[in-house]
């Protein structure tokens, strides 16, 4: 299934800011984030289609997902 | 910090200084030192540009000590604004040397009846004001190169730009950095105005000859600082995210959550927000030979700020903060940061608070007067506030005066403040602070964004009510407390969820002034700030009516998550029931 990842801050680094990927039924937030080296201990703001999730949420066909790490502002 | 300045400026003969001990306001700092005071000593009902209101000015409870990040300012009065009590604060050098000075606070009292316009010298000989018409009408830039003529380099510069002398409710008082620039700013709430009705343009601070202030126990202090050093340095979001990113790297994170209110608060997400993202005003800062990381007092580890050139490497500005980004930026759908800085360096020259200011233009092309997205109008706009025209008079007067001028219905503001950069119908939990903080819409008052959206401090759901009066109530005492201590407010980030750093934090207050200090007492002091605020606002005519948020939340839900406000009247009026 096609999913786009929107990476950001420091994730983007070497990796991308965004692309459509090309994931297998059943793939969770946790398997991208593997998938792109991203160690889960880093991640801090996970969405997706604009809503918070945890890690083993599963993925559908045409979702977005975007990934940060922990990161505070205001 | 063992005396209290008042400053009589309305006094028969000239402004007479009387300089006292602590009294009843012994071991206050910062925010509690300035509400304690106002609550106290102003009518609730006196006119805030008038004799009776007291601007007072406090130095947090740690500041000037060798103790990381105590260099916060506090100002409070009766705001010309909101008619509520206000505590506005900033950074800059003006705490740490007006505390090296030994005064908790200066209070500037009365008012002057003639034309004169006067700055104030304080040093370690004493305070001198002085009769100085020369700086009529300057801005803040020149304004301080001018002073620096004067008194130099080695001190700390406290101003009002003409917003401030013209009395305009978003004019604030600028605090000058490290390398001098009027950058860090009182900003909300109008308190420039109230400077300026007291006739003060001015004040220099000097601390030559004066020491670090020292703790009572000073091993204890030094190794307290050490172990909250670390911890600030080991979290990611202020050892990483803030120092690379600053403040704006929420722009990308807002907008994703759908809680990035645009073109004045009619959807939640900006289509330009990349544009104008932190990670894209990081890499053309650096690209252009600025910098992404700077603080904006000595002694700060965090270093959120930056410094943003021209294409040809010239200083623009400081680096533009997220609220700022937003209000010049998607708020008024626009997505140039080179427009947004420009903005950004106007406000702080002009001496405006750059919320209120990007907000009501915002407000301003709702009501036709420019399109969104239009970079030139902005600018044209805040130049009319620059010059003092009519026009600029009344957008200098903020966002609520001039949707009622210009009849726009869509009007974001409680207590006639501006909302900040958070939509609360996709952010429930910041909605409930900017109902019920004794400032008016302000989301540093109780920064539910953490739980909220960042999942730092724990994880509430933004979208759902459950948890978030809680959540807002909690924070609001925990910010009245932290702004006490002079300590910047991103600590929250570190201390939230790292408790050997909040003990850290304990031990610094505690080891400072000889005492045992709890989280216990940390919570003591945040409901004693914010009982006096609350009982200041009811004595001003304020009720639970005011607490709540304008009625377009209410009724038109917002995109992507199709939403409105959803918290109840009723759980609203619980936040302050503890």
Sequence with gaps: MKITVKLFASFRAGRFDIETREYPLGTSVADVADSLHLPQSELGIMMINHRHVKLERLLEEGDTLALFPLLGGG | MDKIARIDMGAAGGPKVTVGGLGEYAGLGGRAMTSLVVAAEVHPLAHALGAENKLVISPGMLSGTTGSMTGRLSVGCKSPLTGTIKESNAGGQAAQVLARLGYAAVILEGKPSGDDLYKIVINKDGIQVIVDNSLKLMDNYPLVAKLRQEYGDKVAYMTIGSAGERKMLSASIACTDPELRPTRHCGRGGVGAVMGAKMVKAIILDDAGMKMRPAKDLEKFRDANRKFVEGLRKHPVTGEGLPAFGTNVLTNVLNEAGGYPTNNFKTGQFEGGSKISGEAQAELEIKRGGSATHGCHRGCVIQCSGIFNDKDGN?????????????????????????????????????VDTIEMGVTIGIAMDAGLAEFGDDAAAIRLLEEVEKGTPLGRILGSGAAIT???????????????????????????????????????????????ATNILKVGGDVDPLK????????????????????????????????????????????LGSFYGIEMTGDDVVALGKKVLSAERDFNTRAGFTKHHDRLPRFFYNEPIAPHNQTFLMKDEELDEVFNW
């Design chain 2, 403 to 449: 949707g009622k001028v210009y009849g726009v219905e869509r009007v974001p503001v409680v207590k006639d403040q501006a909302l900040p950069a958070y939509d609360p119908r996709a952010v429930q939990g910041i909605g409930v602070t900017y109902a019920t903080t004794t400032q008016g819409a302000d989301h540093t008052a109780g920064y539910a964004i």
């Design chain 2, 315 to 351: 200083y623009v500005t400081k680096q533009p903060e997220y609220e700022t980004v937003w209000s010049h930026g998607g708020h008024c759908g626009i997505s140039n940061l080179d427009t947004i800085a420009k903005l950004d360096y106007m406000d702080d020259n002009i001496g």
């Design chain 2, 465 to 508: 009510t459950e948890g978030q009066i809680e959540l807002s109530r909690n924070l609001q005492i925990a910010t009245a407390a932290i702004d006490s201590t002079g300590m910047c407010l991103f600590i929250a980030f570190a201390i939230l969820d790292q408790p050997e750093t909040f003990q850290a934090l304990l031990d610094m």
